[in-house]
């Protein structure tokens, strides 16, 4: 594969039609121009636009190997298409070269986002990237390279009429304390939501009732509410040898955590917690076979003078909002041009995307967009139950 290399006598700018900020919504039509501009005469095959949109994962883990089954590094990748379009603007793949005169050139393309296309995702395990890259195809030398990211947010609209999302939903769960004839009375513990989905924007009430019946005292109860991103490799290397096989990893994110207050024995106190829904990546369980994201509570009770705890699970919904989600996504393009560039492993855009101006009614300040972006990217660890 050739090397590709940039040019100093070639500019292009690559422009979307009534969107400068590159953001689309699945099942969207998409149009726009490149403006080539040529300071010296260039050689070329062809002159190509390649739209490409794709999920990759990745990590490493140690594994039994060999004869004595000793643990041995293996790195675990997968790899998923949604879009893979190429369209020539001048000359072809199979073509005689062809001159490219000095001056302006101006190209025009569409393309359809497909309506399964997931919503674009930073993470340190994976990603979900969308682009377009311009080639000037050059026999026997470098080719020319000049790519733009831009950004899909997947149908996650909730349908305000669907009964299930509209539906509390409860989860109880009890523990005692010693055993046989000296067995305590229990603790009992329910959490509770008065819906299941929301979107940025919402305040999501969080009811917690801990019932003490027991002579134990409850040091504090820990409520986090968790991004769960779920990823899936096709193929694991172990020294050069490649394994067609699934494996999972599954990585756990605090995007809030809230305490309460301890708990008497012998005393019931209910909790009332509030989550305010920023700027989140919607769920994504659907359109994506090697990257899910989905969203729960995880609920901690910790007894005083116990090792055991009660741990509960309420999973949520996060759709997507209008403009509230999309100006958290705009920011975060805007922040991750430079990182999705590198990862490409291809040329800087010709252009940097427009600075990011925060509206003064914004929902979301410009500082907790930022504390976004970053807990993307970092994919901050937690296994989410034990503390």
């Keep these: 594969m050739k090397k590709e290399k940039p040019s100093k006598n070639v500019n292009c700018d690559i422009r979307f039609d009534n969107n400068p900020n590159g953001i689309f919504k699945a099942g969207d039509k998409v149009t726009g121009s490149v403006v080539l501009t040529l300071t010296q005469l260039k050689k070329v095959r062809g002159v190509y636009l390649l739209v490409t ?10 594994v039994p190997h060999g004869p004595k089954n000793k643990k041995t590094k293996a790195d675990f990748k997968g790899h998923e298409d949604f879009i893979r379009q190429k369209l020539y603007f001048v000359g072809s793949d199979t073509g005689n070269s062809i001159d490219l005169v000095t001056g302006v050139q101006y190209h025009y393309f569409k393309f359809d986002i497909p309506p399964n296309a997931p919503t674009s995702m930073e993470g340190k395990y994976g990603h979900v990237r969308y682009a377009i890259k311009v080639t000037l195809e050059r026999p026997w030398k470098h080719d020319h390279n000049f790519q733009i990211p831009f950004t899909v947010l997947a149908k996650a609209d909730l349908d305000a ?3 299930a999302f509209k539906n509390p939903v ?4 009890e523990l005692r304390f010693y055993c046989w004839i000296c067995r305590s009375n229990p603790l009992i ?3 509770s939501v008065k819906r299941s989905a929301f979107v940025p924007g ?11 019946l027991s002579k134990e005292d409850v040091s504090e109860g820990v409520i986090k509410l968790q991004k769960v991103t779920r990823f899936t490799s096709q193929t694991q290397i172990v020294e050069q040898t490649q394994i067609i096989a ?11 955590i809230q305490k309460t207050l301890p708990v008497a024995k012998l005393s019931t106190v209910t909790f009332e917690k509030q989550f305010l829904v920023g700027p989140l990546t919607p769920t994504e369980n659907r359109n994506s076979k090697i990257i899910q994201v989905g969203y729960q509570f995880d609920i901690l009770i910790k007894p005083k003078l116990s090792t055991k705890k009660i741990e509960l699970t309420i999973p949520i919904i996060i759709g997507s909002a209008g403009l509230k989600t999309e100006e958290a996504m705009s920011f975060v393009r805007s922040s991750g041009i430079e990182k999705l560039s590198a990862g490409l492993n291809r040329d800087q855009p010709s252009a940097p995307p427009p600075p990011y101006v925060e509206d003064q009614d914004s929902l979301y300040p410009i500082s907790s967009l930022q504390r976004a972006y970053e807990r ?3 994919m901050e660890e937690w ?3 034990n503390e």
């Design 189 to 191: 513990v329910a959490g």
């Design 383 to 385: 296994d989410g139950r």
């Design 53 to 62: 949109g794709f999920a990759d994962t990745f990590w490493s883990a140690k």
């Design 170 to 173: 409860k989860v109880v769960d």
């Design 161 to 163: 009429n669907n009964p």
């Design 202 to 212: 919402d305040s999501i009430e969080l009811m917690l009732e801990v019932n003490n």
């Design 376 to 378: 993307d990217g970092s």
């Design 246 to 256: 699934e494996n999972e990893m599954i990585k756990y994110e605090a995007v809030e």
